[in-house]
């Protein structure tokens, strides 16, 4: 070996060492690395390394070397630190302190429709939206949506830079392309300008599209969204102007929804949830109780709360609605008994009674509903109207043809797309991927990389609502100017910063846009008390919009569609990835749609008879052909869906939106032309015969006699207060062979959930999900009987298959005071508190399921494999530290929100007091829309939950059992109209 | 102890043939072990079952990477295949058990040909089945935390827990059944270590013999011990399958919680012990020629026992059917129905077809003396056992109390992979077994015979 090849050795390394000491010791191993082949001496393996065996001296030298080498190898990774300087956290920001989190009020608007919230930020990352306790369109409600849009902000499949043709392009390289673009455009008057966007109610950019437009008074600007025309629509048509209706439901005694889920989803549905729930809840035989019919052309779970419920084919239910008016003009209700019986309450009730039209209801209908609404004098009282939330009222069908015709005359020289995705939700025949492809520039400013954005030369990443400064009006117009909570994560920019652009103040910052609008509207000397306060508050106080009178006409029968023979086909709005949007959210898909239960899909839906004259059963796939296109997907039997009708919901079987929702369901866009948004006449059904797999999270609907919902009539119980509680006993106090008895001298939590409030809308899960890091797990483990939500929510059917009653129930962990996990743990790992919890201590967990086997819920859920996300990064900002992130292998269930348990006993105990009633309240409770879930403590019997326990329709689930659950029910009372007998409809 | 031979005409022949001395029976079972060829037929044997055994290395080793989900357990049924071969393996071993221990006190010579294979059997299946507890744990590196032991957090398991009880109860049993194996075996390898020829095989069963030296003393003692491990493994016969029973009986699930499972386990496990050891023992009788020393009689016996354990095991079956409906509560009566006629009644069915019905040719002493037709009938039994347990673990927990959570249970493929993995496991220990050490009790062999009555005059 030569001195060259081999400069280094042991000993010349060991004299270098020697040398060295302290601080010198660091600069000369430095020095030492620095040296011209020392990486090479150790990098080199083996191979080179072999030849020094040859001779006894190498081979010595060779092992010497190896343990230089190997000791160095690992000193080697103590490189110097670069000079940084870090800030100690002595002064600490405003009102931050660690390990509290912090409340911000701002809005999340669906549709241009603010959802109110309250947003918990853990050193300054958001990671739990609540409802915002002081909006009238909230009141601390939030519902699934909502809830979810936290994931949504942190969801890493979201357009992270700004793309030209693919490649990464900075913000000034695309400015300066727009600008040129824009010169262009001066001298034409921006002629060949076109922006589309989803419904504006933004106020602050209204005013920006007014300065745009009269920059380029050329230029057009056009909105689109698929869903949701049928309301103002058919106000136009009614009134003659384009007005809002807000319902008050808790004055209504009478309530007829023509296809309407007014609960579920939809402009002020968390509000009308509440309400709604004010006037039907019974908790004693002295009460009254609102009367539901509910007309429907798919089964929703606001049609699961009605006391009537009639299926009806989509293309009936206008004649029906038609026929409603002008009986209850008092020319007779026909032969109908559901007519009559329907016309008779609402005429008992006049004023104080409310006829409510669906989203997804041609505006015939809507104009029809508010003459009727009127002719029952409900207009001004239990319906009231405003000016349009909208800046702009426009036809947007019109809308969107007109852009395609735009784009196909070839005038479109700047395409600028803010939101939306119309490649995927417009109409077929308008071929909109090829139509914007006409346009010469095309730019999207859009939150994914999707379908739309495929066909653009410009993405510019949209920042989420979280991060950005806006404005939106709630369902009654209230205005909530919207805070960033975070920086934006990937960069993006506001549709306010976007058209920002256009007048020629590029680098104008949201906060500044906004500020600037809203100085211009409240001109008072106050502006900067009044903004701080409404963005504290995250509301403008008194904004909302001032009711005005109108009067509705009744409008004249349209031509009736196609008389086609076949199958009529429905289309809806999937609950919760709406009309797509929300697709690429894992929490939305794997929440199971109320009625259908289904996850990850949508589904051909068919009723049991039609399913039989079919020949199919759920899970075949069958091709749905409709004017020529055509979809494929699986078919799932619906229980009181209509015969010889389809329903199809949109939003799914998007292409590109990421991970969660790429190839989630079927794109059902197709079926949907402009000619019949609604509803189509004339689908054929083609089975394939083939089998798809649906995930559904419940297979068993029938209660099989065990009552685990109980039911009554608001008659039975005035009857007989104990009717409910009469229909099991329960076992006596210390029927146990243990000897310890608990005793709870402190606080016994406890929770009453009213199962009459309940709707079904899985707020709850979401909440939870959110609040308790409880992990996703796709499609493949929801079909192996694997979700993780912690609270469930049941849904049985009533009755004949095809018009069954549907009952919900919400379960989780019922934290039995003799729990049948506990003595079945063989590690203690699940134990009972002196407070009543049941406990499941997740680092003594060994899995053996004993547990979740023993629990006769079955509302232990386990980490079968390691669900947790441990890998994205953007993921992990959203975990609430003050919950445990569960690995693989351990049991998890339902806590009460412990975590808010111990906050506030820690509060009362520093302020040397008891915890207060309403102090603390679970995720799921928090946000129920309809109020239809009370905690607290068993100990205060003035507490909410004690007093809700009194009640004569409380129950224990399963009590028979002798395990004393903590969490009991209240029964689903129900006020059916004696005319109309169960089961027999005319 | 007096030669068997009993004049009574329900035996069928003796319990040794005729023509057997001291010195053919040592040289014959002996024999097999160090001066038998080994055949091409046991090397491909032993290869088909070590390849069966690889199933048990990728299942576990997935198992370990990936986690429980590979299984097809969810919620509501959390256990599944892991369960029920345990409870199946921990049965099987039970014949073992009886037939040295419990045959031994009520002096039942006929156990001799028999025991030391059945308690090699025994000692493999509870090897089998003590895997499954651990593997099917959520965190297997954790599953330690079921011992009692002490710990700086002062932690100890949760007594009232019956799969604690499982813990003592299985270890106990494996550790009684080894001790008790060994002790049986060191006459006999006493006996091999002084027939070896080669000196690696004279030390390496000299070492195993421990000193053993025929002395009066020795063999004074070693009945003692017997007899004492006998009386020691006697309640184990029955406190083992109890205990396990108890995983369901204590728990609330119907179809779970009833008081019959104790005794029914018991039967159960004999039942399908017995069962095992005649579908072992009458190839390895027909393979290595031992028809004279394992004879028709045992055979005849074995499945008198067999068959009534199976009377006692319908008895199960129909009480447990009969309460369902008797007692009149929702559940149960649901979960019986369920059972014969839900989406696993073909199991159930298959389950009363194998342990029910089949047995019942064992009432004809005709084929209780066909070595084929027994063979048969010990498979399917062996197979109706597995699907009690099936039945007993998955139609229970699928639909239990709360319609909205029931659900459905398939195994995969790295279900069935542990599970044929432990037969191969199980095999390959026979197949090893077979070939190392004397798979029939000499000496107690030679105590059969006549000659090992010594007629000694009357001193005088």
């Given at each position: 070996m030569s001195e060259q090849s081999n400069p280094l050795n042991l000993e010349v390394i060991q004299k270098q060492l020697e040398k060295a000491k302290g601080p010198t010791y660091w600069r000369s191993l430095d020095e030492l690395l620095a040296k011209d082949g020392f990486q090479d001496y150790l990098h080199r393996e083996f191979p080179r390394q072999a030849g020094e065996w040859l001779d006894d001296d190498g081979r010595r030298n060779f092992l010497k070397i190896m343990g230089a080498s190997l000791a160095l190898a690992g000193l080697s990774a103590c490189t110097k630190q670069p000079t940084e300087y870090i800030m100690p956290y002595v002064v600490e920001p405003e009102k931050a302190v660690a390990g509290k989190p912090l409340f911000y009020a701002t809005a999340f608007p669906v549709s241009g429709i603010a959802n109110p919230v309250l947003v918990e930020t853990h050193e300054f990352r958001p990671t739990k939206v609540e409802g915002n306790p002081e909006h009238p369109a909230s009141l601390g409600a939030a519902d699934a949506v909502t809830q979810a849009s936290v994931l949504g902000l942190y969801d890493p499949d979201r357009l992270q830079t700004i793309n030209y043709l693919g490649e990464v392009r900075s913000y000034p390289s695309f400015l300066s392309s727009f600008l040129a673009a824009l010169d262009k455009q001066k001298a034409k008057n921006g002629a060949g300008i076109r922006i589309l966007t989803e419904t504006v109610t933004s106020p602050t950019l209204f005013a920006q599209f007014q300065d745009v437009l009269k920059l380029y008074p050329g230029a057009k600007w056009y909105q689109w969204e698929p869903t949701g025309h049928g309301r103002s629509a058919g106000a136009q048509l009614a009134f003659g102007q384009p007005l809002n209706a807000i319902y008050k439901f808790d004055q209504a005694d009478v309530v007829l929804a023509i296809d309407s889920n007014f609960l579920g989803c939809g402009p002020g549905s968390v509000r009308y949830s509440r309400d709604f729930a004010a006037k039907r809840t019974v908790r004693d035989s002295a009460a009254g109780q609102n009367r539901f019919y509910s007309v429907e052309s798919t089964p929703s779970s606001t049609g699961s709360k009605a006391d009537h419920r009639q299926a009806m084919k989509p293309s009936e239910i206008a004649a029906f609605v038609r026929s409603l008016a002008s009986a209850v003009s008092g020319s007779g209700a026909g032969t109908s008994k559901f007519l009559q019986a329907v016309v008779k309450d609402l005429q008992a009730a006049r004023g104080k009674s409310i006829v409510i039209a669906g989203d997804d209801q041609s505006p015939e209908v809507h104009a029809l509903v508010h003459y009727i609404n009127q002719v029952l004098d409900n207009n001004g009282k239990t319906v009231l109207f405003t000016a349009p939330l909208e800046q702009k009222p426009a036809d947007q069908w019109a809308d969107i043809h007109a852009l395609a015709q735009d784009l196909n005359s070839g005038q479109v020289d700047l395409l600028l797309i803010l939101g939306g995705n119309p490649v995927y939700t417009a109409p077929p025949e308008l071929n909109m991927r090829g139509a914007i492809q006409m346009a010469k520039l095309r730019v999207r400013l859009g939150l994914y990389d999707d379908e739309t954005s495929e066909v653009c030369q410009w993405l510019v990443p949209e920042t989420h609502t979280f991060e950005q400064w806006g404005d939106a009006p709630a369902?009654?117009?209230?205005?909530s100017i919207m805070q960033p909570l975070i920086a934006p994560l990937y960069g993006g920019k506001s549709s306010y910063e976007m058209l920002a652009a256009f007048t020629e103040t590029p680098d104008k910052s949201g906060y500044q846009i906004v500020r600037d609008y809203w100085s211009t509207e409240h001109t008072g000397a106050d502006y900067d008390m009044w903004w701080k306060r409404s963005i504290h508050d995250g509301f403008v106080k008194d904004s909302a919009l001032p009711a005005v009178t109108a009067v509705a006409k009744l409008t004249a029968p349209q031509p009736s569609a196609s008389s086609a023979s076949g199958y009529e086909v429905s289309f809806h709005s999937d609950p919760y990835v709406l009309d797509g949007?929300?697709?690429?959210?894992a929490w939305l898909q794997e929440l199971p749609r109320p009625v259908t239960r289904l996850t990850w899909d949508n589904a051909v839906i068919l009723s049991p008879k039609t399913a039989a004259d079919l020949k199919v059963e759920s899970e075949d796939r069958v091709e749905v052909a409709l004017h020529g296109n055509s979809v494929q997907g699986a078919v799932w039997i619906l229980p009181g869906h209509p015969n010889d009708s389809i329903g199809l919901s949109l939003g799914?079987?998007?292409?590109?939106?990421?991970r969660a929702g790429n190839g989630a369901g079927f794109d059902v866009y197709p079926l949907r032309s402009a000619t019949s948004p609604y509803f189509a006449k004339g689908a054929k059904v083609t089975p394939l015969g083939e089998k798809f797999r649906l995930a559904a999270t419940q297979h068993h609907f029938s209660m099989e006699g065990r009552d685990p919902v109980r039911t009554g009539t608001l008659d039975e119980l005035k009857k007989d207060p104990f009717v409910i509680q009469k229909e099991s006993e329960t076992a006596p106090k210390g029927l146990t062979i243990y000897p310890q008895e608990w005793q709870y001298k402190g606080y016994a939590w406890g929770m009453a959930v009213d199962l009459t409030s309940c709707n079904g809308c899985n707020a709850c899960v979401v909440a939870c999900q959110a609040e308790n890091n409880i992990a996703v797990v796709g499609k493949e483990q929801v079909l192996n009987g694997r979700e993780m939500h912690w609270i469930r929510i049941d849904r049985y059917y009533k009755g004949s298959e095809h018009d069954p009653e549907m009952f919900f129930q919400p379960v989780a962990c019922v934290h039995c005071e003799n729990a049948p996990c506990e003595v079945v743990c063989p590690v203690a790992a699940t134990e009972h508190d002196q407070e009543g919890l049941n406990n499941m201590v997740y680092n003594r967990c060994v899995g053996t399921r004993y547990c979740s086997n023993n629990c006769p819920y079955k509302v232990r859920r386990f980490n079968f494999l390691l669900f947790t996300d441990w890998e994205t990064e953007s993921l992990k900002l959203q975990r609430n530290p003050d919950v445990t992130v569960r690995s693989r292998g351990v049991m998890e269930k339902c806590t009460y929100c412990i975590q808010r348990i111990n906050y506030a006993k820690i509060t009362a105990e520093k302020e040397d007091r008891r915890v207060k009633d309403g102090e603390i309240v679970p995720a799921c409770a928090a946000t129920c829309p309809s109020q239809a879930i009370a905690f607290g403590d068993?100990?205060?019997?003035?507490?909410t939950v004690s007093k809700w326990k009194t009640a004569k329709t409380n129950y224990s689930l399963l009590g028979e059992l002798n395990t004393r659950p903590r969490t009991t029910y209240l029964a689903d009372i129900r006020n059916p109209n004696p005319e109309l007998s169960t089961g027999e409809e005319s | 102890m007096q030669p068997v031979e009993l004049p009574d005409k329900i035996h069928v022949g003796p319990v040794i043939d005729q023509g057997h001395s001291l010195a053919s029976v040592s040289d014959k079972v002996a024999g097999i072990v160090l001066k038998r060829k080994v055949t091409l037929g046991w090397v491909f044997g032993l290869l088909l079952s070590f390849a069966i055994l690889q199933n048990l290395m990728a299942g576990a080793t997935w198992l370990i990477i990936k986690g429980v989900g590979v299984w097809g357990i969810n919620i509501p049924v959390g256990w599944g295949f892991a369960i029920i071969n345990f409870v199946w393996w921990i049965g099987i071993g039970h014949a073992g058990t009886l037939i040295s221990a419990i045959l031994l006190l009520l002096n039942q010579s006929w156990r001799n040909a028999i025991n030391r294979f059945a308690e090699a059997m025994t000692l493999f299946a509870v090897m089998c089945a003590g895997m499954f507890p651990v593997l099917h744990t959520g965190r297997p590196w954790l599953a330690y935390w079921l011992l009692p032991y002490p710990n700086t957090m002062a932690l100890w398991p949760q007594f009232r827990s019956p799969l604690l009880w499982d813990v003592f109860a299985v270890t106990t049993y494996l550790t009684i059944s080894a001790v008790f194996w060994y002790v049986g075996l060191i006459p006999d390898l006493a006996t091999l270590r002084d027939t070896a020829k080669t000196p690696g095989l004279r030390r390496t069963y000299g070492l195993l013999a421990m000193?053993?030296?025929?002395?009066a003393r020795h063999w004074q003692r070693y009945e003692k011990a017997s007899l004492l491990l006998a009386g020691l493994a006697t309640p184990l016969v029955v406190s083992v399958h109890t205990v396990v029973s108890f995983d369901f009986a204590v728990s609330i699930i119907p179809g779970w919680h009833t008081t019959i499972f104790p005794p029914y386990f018991v039967a159960g496990a004999i039942y399908s012990g017995f069962a095992m050891v005649l579908t072992l023992m009458i190839p390895v009788r027909r393979f290595y020629g031992l028809d004279d020393i394992i004879t028709l009689r045992h055979l005849n016996n074995m499945a008198k026992v067999t068959l009534a354990t199976a009377l006692i095991v319908a008895y199960g079956y129909t009480m447990e059917a009969f309460f369902g409906y008797f007692s009149a509560d929702t559940y149960e009566k649901f979960m019986i129905w369920n059972r014969m006629t839900g989406p696993y009644a073909v199991f159930y069915w298959c389950l009363i077809l194998c342990n029910i019905i089949t047995p019942q040719f064992l009432w004809s002493k005709k084929i209780r003396t066909s070595p084929g037709i027994l063979w048969i009938i010990s498979i399917i039994v062996n197979i109706g056992m597995w699907l009690e347990r099936f039945v007993i673990v998955v139609t229970s927990l699928h639909r239990d109390f709360l319609p909205s959570s029931w659900g459905m249970y398939w195994p995969t493929v790295w279900d069935w992979a542990v599970y044929t993995g432990t037969l191969g496991m199980f095999m390959t220990l026979i197949f090893l077994f077979v070939r190392v050490l004397p798979m029939i009790t000499i000496f107690e062999l030679r105590m059969?015979?006549?000659?090992?009555?010594v007629k000694e005059p009357v001193a005088q």
């Open positions: 369902y009654d117009g209230t205005i949007r929300y697709a690429n959210n799914f079987g998007r292409r590109r939106c990421g068993l100990n205060d019997p003035t507490s | 000193g053993w030296r025929n002395s059969l015979l006549p000659d090992a009555t």
